[in-house]
T-cell receptor, first 112, second 116 residues
């Protein structure tokens, strides 16, 4: 089975721009979660989607949003980028609650 | 915010030795997972232990869970240079009323260095 894939792997943007990141989960997995990893704050939960519905949300501003499509692929969007949004963004897929979550390679976002 | 605290923050051992990492958490959980991360890459899933389990093994890995102390440990036996990485524990908290989902709460991680 193919693993979780994320595109693009690297992005460089400037302040004020917006960005869209994509995640394709493992085949058959309906839960997709997003995490932000920074040296200062560590790994933090952004949100989770299950069957096209946002099921859970972390403590991030409304500039961070996401969606899930009928094939379980997910996108997250960050609008009005700030320098502090520079981070590794990780996507994880899972069959459902309380199952193993498998992570993709991440998208490294740099905001200049 | 992070639920877990990991101990030690960094660990340096010789190849062939055992490495033990500990994780403590604050709330009741459904399960706890351990992950490995190499140099800012994606997280590799190592093992999941459920709240009603006390110990699990997978190859050279042994994980214990003590829900009364809200703590877990990961033991890597006969370590290899390739085990050099950061190790994270992640808990799935028991949801509150009207809460659903699959949120993972991570600890700060332990940096393991295995010298050859």
């Amino acid at each position: 089975k193919a693993g979780v894939t994320q595109t693009p792997r690297y992005l460089i943007k400037t302040r004020g721009q917006q960005v869209t990141l994509s995640c394709s989960p493992i085949s058959g997995h309906r839960s997709v979660s997003w995490y932000q990893q920074t040296p200062g704050q560590g790994l933090q939960f952004l949100f989770e989607y299950f069957s096209e519905t946002q099921r859970n949300k972390g403590n991030f501003p409304g500039r961070f949003s996401g969606r899930q499509f009928s094939n379980s692929r997910s996108e997250m969007n960050v609008s009005t980028l700030e320098l502090g949004d520079s981070a590794l963004y990780l996507c994880a897929s899972s069959l459902d609650t309380a199952h193993e979550q498998f992570f993709g390679p991440g998208t490294r976002l740099t905001v200049l | 915010s992070q639920q877990g605290e990991e101990d030690p923050q960094a660990l340096s051992i010789q190849e062939g030795e055992n490495a033990t990492m500990n994780c403590s958490y604050k709330t009741s959980i459904n399960n706890l997972q351990w992950y490995r991360q190499n140099s800012g890459r994606g997280l590799v899933h190592l093992i999941l232990i459920r709240s009603n389990e006390r110990e699990k093994h997978s190859g050279r890995l042994r994980v214990t869970l003590d829900t009364s102390k809200k703590s877990s440990s990961l033991l890597i036996t006969a370590s290899r240079a390739a085990d050099t990485a950061s190790y994270f524990c992640a808990t799935t908290p028991q949801p509150g009323p009207m809460e659903y989902g699959n949120k993972l709460v991570f600890g700060a991680g332990t940096i393991l260095r295995v010298k050859s």
